[in-house]
């Protein structure tokens, strides 16, 4: 038997065998694929051996370092994520509401989710009427790994991986600037400065420029490091489309000639997603995006 006959001798109650697999891909490892999927490495183990049984190949050499693929790994990687996807969007469909064509799950993260999530989605509900909408927030790893296994459709993020099966398109450039309370500030003040955790690249790029900045406050997520600083006062790097509104109000103050750093946000789709749902769905975020229409 072929291994791509044996690929389909794969049940959908097998589901779990695959997403198992993708994780481990993932992650480099079977220890972090149980961390990352919260169950016992003996788990991964179990599952990993049951889908090469069924396959009837090795998918794994396992090492000190972690976890590489063997040639028929590389080979059953090609159809994973599409074997997983297929299986959501049949569940999907099926739960479809009467009167509807479709049902579409969009999410974003936590500091995505307003305005441009929210915005997104009354776009959705006027211009795609007969489109069921699940809407989705989660942290940036979590949710990732939905979009690849196919239990969310779009999603959109700051700096999403590259995985198997996924489709990545830029939305818009944001700006993280530096605005304070105090209209008088002209530098990075140490005292009254909250550092706002925006990810890897800021935090090169930060030290770079800010070599001796040593804040004794930080956040991971920008809404509540901003409404600190709204309610206690100080200074920190924001998105300028959630500052916008506040400097025009004159609650806070860009402090010039500091440096601005980017920060763009993607959609992360699924490479088989269903183009009648999902191309009309992302034309509307482009536009929100872009201001070409109102939410």
């Known amino acids: 038997m072929t291994f791509e006959r044996n690929f389909y001798v794969i049940l959908p109650m097998d589901i779990e065998l695959a997403r198992t697999f993708i994780e481990i891909v993932s992650s480099g490892s079977f220890i972090r694929a149980s961390e990352r999927l919260n169950v016992a490495q003996t788990t991964v183990s179990a599952r990993i051996r049951s889908l090469e049984q069924q396959l009837g190949r090795p998918l794994f050499v396992r090492h000190k370092g972690g976890a590489s693929l063997t040639p028929a790994g590389e080979q059953f990687l090609r159809h994973a994520p599409m074997f997983v996807q297929l ?7 099926v739960a479809v509401p009467p009167g509807r064509r479709a049902v579409l799950t ?3 993260e936590v500091s995505l989710a307003q305005p441009l999530l929210l915005d997104w ?32 459709d779009i999603a959109i993020m700051y700096a999403p991986p590259h995985r198997p099966g996924l489709k990545i398109d830029l939305v818009l450039e944001e700006k993280l600037v530096l ?5 008088e500030a002209h530098l990075l003040d140490g005292s009254d400065y909250v550092y706002m955790d925006w990810g890897p690249d800021f935090t090169l790029h930060h030290g770079m420029n800010f070599p001796s900045a040593a804040p004794d406050l930080s ?51 699924s490479a ?24």
């Open 219 to 269: 956040f991971d997520l920008g809404p509540l490091a901003l409404n600190y600083v709204l309610a206690a006062g100080g200074s920190g790097y924001f998105r300028l489309s959630e500052a916008r509104s506040h400097i025009a109000a004159g609650r806070l103050h860009l402090v010039p000639e500091m440096p601005q750093f980017s920060y763009p946000v993607y959609a992360v789709q």
């Open 179 to 183: 605005v304070t309370t105090n209209s």
């Open 121 to 152: 989605v009354r776009c959705m509900r006027r211009s795609l009427p007969d489109i069921a909408l699940r809407v989705h927030v989660d942290v940036p790893q979590d949710l990732i790994n939905q979009v690849a296994s196919g239990m969310v």
């Open 272 to 295: 088989n997603a269903d183009e009648t749902v999902a191309v009309p769905a992302l034309a509307g975020l482009h536009a929100i995006a872009s201001g070409d229409i109102k939410p």
């Open 106 to 108: 969009v999410g974003s």
């Open 87 to 93: 299986w959501q969007r049949t569940l999907h469909q």
